[in-house]
C-alpha cells in the first residue's frame, strides 16, 4: 500500500506545468517591462520628431516672411500672382499678357464711374490692354464684381480714375548722401524705382554731415507714415526726425539721410 501511494505523488508532480513555476514568471514579467521601455521610447521618438517638424516648418514661414519684408518688390510680384491664380478660377481669363494689376484704396474718388458702382476699398482691377478688357475682383467675397471693356485710343473713365488715384498716392522723395561714399545716392535712387515704384525721387544731394552711421527716413509731412516704414525697411534704416544741423528740403515728402550701413 505505501508503495501505490508514493507512485501517485510522483505522477502529480510531472504533471506540473513549467509556466507556472516561479522562474517563468519572473522571464515573462522582465519581457513584459522591457516591451514597456521599447514603447515609451518609440514615443517619445515620434513626439520629439513632430515637435521638430513644427518647429522646421514655422522656422521656414519666418524665412520666407523676412525674405519678402526685404525685398517688397518680390511681395508685390507674388500677391499679384495669387490675384491672377484666383480670379483664373472664376472667369476664362485673357491669353498672351499679364494684367496690370490696381487695388482701390480710396473708393470715393470712384464714385462717378459706373465700372465701380458696387466696388470697395480692397477690392483689384485687373486691366488687360491686347484684349480691351477689365475686370474688377473682391478677395475677400472671392468673386467678380464687374467685367467691362476698355478703349485704348480713349482711355476710359476707370482707367483715368484709377491713374488719378495713382498719381495722388506717388510720394516724393529727397536723398541726401550722409556718407563719403561718391554716387551712393545715385545708386539708392536706382534701386528704389525698382523696388518701390510708387516713390519718386526728386532730388539727390550731400548731406551737411557725411558720418552718419546708419539711414535715417524721416517723414517730413507726418502723413506718410507707411512709406517711411517701407523705405526704412528696404534701406536697412531706421525712422527718425530730422537731425540736427540738416535743413529741411521744400517740395518733398519724405527725406532720405544715407548712413554707411546702407
Known amino acids: 500500500m505505501s508503495v501505490k501511494k508514493g507512485s501517485k505523488k510522483t505522477a502529480h508532480t510531472d504533471s506540473t506545468s513549467i509556466f507556472e513555476t516561479p522562474a517563468a514568471n519572473k522571464e515573462f514579467r522582465k519581457e513584459l517591462k522591457l516591451s514597456k521601455k521599447l514603447i515609451l521610447i518609440l514615443s517619445t521618438i515620434l513626439t520629439l520628431c513632430v515637435i521638430i517638424g513644427f518647429i522646421l516648418y514655422y522656422y521656414l514661414q519666418y524665412q520666407n516672411n523676412q525674405k519678402f519684408l526685404k525685398n517688397p518688390l518680390l511681395a508685390s510680384e507674388q500677391e499679384q500672382e495669387s490675384i491672377v491664380s484666383h480670379v483664373g478660377k472664376l472667369t476664362q481669363l485673357p491669353t498672351g499678357e499679364e494684367p496690370t494689376i490696381a487695388k482701390v484704396s480710396d473708393i470715393t474718388k470712384l464714385q462717378n464711374q459706373p465700372f465701380f458702382q458696387h466696388a470697395r ?18 478677395p475677400d467675397g472671392n468673386k467678380i464684381v464687374q467685367v467691362g471693356p476698355i478703349t485704348l485710343n480713349q482711355p476710359a473713365p476707370a482707367q483715368e480714375a484709377l491713374a488719378a ?20 545716392a545715385k545708386k539708392t535712387e536706382l534701386s528704389l524705382a525698382q523696388s518701390m515704384p510708387s516713390v519718386t525721387v526728386i532730388s539727390e544731394e550731400n548731406a551737411v554731415k557725411q558720418d552718419y552711421p546708419q539711414t535715417i527716413v524721416v517723414d517730413l509731412t507726418g502723413k506718410n507714415a507707411a ?27 519724405i527725406l532720405v539721410i544715407l548712413g554707411k550701413s546702407n
Request: no cysteine.
Open 121 to 138: 476699398n480692397g477690392d483689384y482691377v485687373l486691366i488687360y490692354p491686347k484684349a480691351k478688357e477689365a475686370i474688377l475682383y473682391d
Open 165 to 184: 488715384q495713382t498719381k495722388a498716392q506717388l510720394v516724393t522723395v529727397v536723398i541726401e548722401n550722409g556718407t563719403a561714399i561718391a554716387g551712393l
Open 227 to 253: 512709406t517711411a516704414a517701407q523705405l526704412a525697411s528696404v534701406l536697412q534704416g531706421t525712422v527718425g526726425s530730422l537731425p540736427r544741423g540738416e535743413e529741411k528740403p521744400t517740395g518733398a515728402d
